[in-house]
């Protein structure tokens, strides 16, 4: 048996069915890690009691006790999602050495249905990026192709999964972290409904954006971690109480009855042939599981990369200021206190966060904040009511999560336009807080291509029934990385 070939979901059955041990389970993960990680740099740390962990979980089994839904499976932490004890730098240098003293909510949720913490994932530096080059770190790699890059913020934890590191893993998405990454490397990544998930414990980098979510191998995987880590908490005030779990394994495969809309300002001049028609082929094949499909329009949508690009940095500029080289982390010091923060700052922060800071404390300044920050709420508006009116016709929105594949290490890097023109299908989601899910649909170059799903808020289950109404009748989930 393969065991890094698993799904969340057969390694929870073959557990229950008493066919594999936790212990093997984790020993099998930790081994593929051993072999790869080194090349791939996937994981940043590698938990000591994983293998403890997996063999106390083994001796409750045996006792009959109820370790809980994930009881004894390794799931990797994005590091700037907290775990008490564990380094957590955000890949960072100004964090570098920095140990969590507690633990985010979703870390206390996933020990608390039994799930083996088995380690931490690379990470563009503070989640600015798209491509995992930024981390102070180094870049990871993509297993499909290890010149190329896994996309970003999430990389590590994308290619965690499909390298068979681990069935499942955090993300944090604040403009398609999860779902750019999960397209990239070929699995599956979900970003939940704002609120849906507690952010107590993410190190925050645009707090009206951010959410947490599972990269994983399937649809139902991705459902049964964030069945773990949902509700309410009452440390983050932006959680909501929800007043049901979706159950997939109740759901309907037939799409009878529901409409898929097809926005024309997702399908524009210039990008990738292959990915268009690879989407538009999914479409049809949504189609024949019983789904109307019809065209829709989301007019403010070519405004949301100029909103996001304000929006975010001004929030990051904001959130950072905490970093300030004095209480933990990086500190170089100057003649005075001023200079003691220039120099920590400038020294510990990367290009990229320095270049968001930089852009978001000037739209925020006095004489700019009505040009710039201002504007670019109300953009964001036009964008949310695009997505309400459009979900009042339409059960979904359908469009290409990538409007390419993964590009060659270093080859973007040095462009932050053409960087940020990566997530350009992504961000709408973040700025009108709807839930949106990537799955694989097929392969251009050799190399995976995402469809990303976006539905209405608190209606993941739309998105998890027709994601699974696709996989049942396609196998580009089962394809991994040789």
Known sequence: MDISSLTLTQAKSLLADGDITSEALVSGHLKRIDEQNENLHALLGVS????????????????????????????????????????????????????????ATVVERLKAAGAILIGRTNMDEFAMGSSTESSHFGPTKNPWDAERVPGGSSGGSAAAVAAGFVPAALGSDTGGSIRQPASLCGVVGLKPTYGRVSRYGLMAMASSLDQIGPITRTVEDAALVLQVIEGKDPRDATS????????????????????????DEYFLEGMDDTIKSLVMDAVAQLKERGATVEKISMPHA????????????????????????????????????????????????????????LLGSYA?????????YRKALKVRTLIKRDFDDALKRVDAIVTPTSPCVAWKLGEKFGDPLTMYLSDIY?????????????????FSEGLPVGLQLMGRPFDEQTLYRIGMAYQKVTDWHTRTPV
């Open 302 to 357: 070519k405004y949301a990369l100029a909103a996001y690009y304000v929006l975010m940095p001004c929030e990051a500029s904001s959130n950072l200021g905490r970093f300030d080289g004095l209480r933990f982390g990086y500190h170089s010091s100057g003649n005075t206190l001023t200079e003691t923060y220039e120099r920590s700052r400038g020294e510990g922060f990367g290009s990229e966060v320095k270049r968001r800071i």
């Open 240 to 263: 909501v109480e929800l007043q049901e779990t979706t159950i997939p394994e109740l759901m309907t495969d037939s799409l009878e009855g529901m409409t898929l809309g097809i926005p």
């Open 426 to 442: 992504t961000i709408t989601a973040n700025l009108a807080t709807v839930p949106a899910i990537s799955l694989p649909c097929g």
């Open 364 to 372: 925020l300044s006095a004489g700019y904040y009505d040009a710039y």
């Open 48 to 103: 000591e009691q994983a293998l403890d962990e997996a063999r106390q979980a083994d001796t409750r089994r045996a006792k009959g006790e109820d370790g809980g839904v994930l009881a004894g499976i390794p799931i990797a932490i994005k590091d700037n999602i907290l775990v008490q004890g564990w380094e957590n730098t955000s890949c960072s240098q100004v964090l570098e050495g920095h140990r969590s003293a507690y633990s």
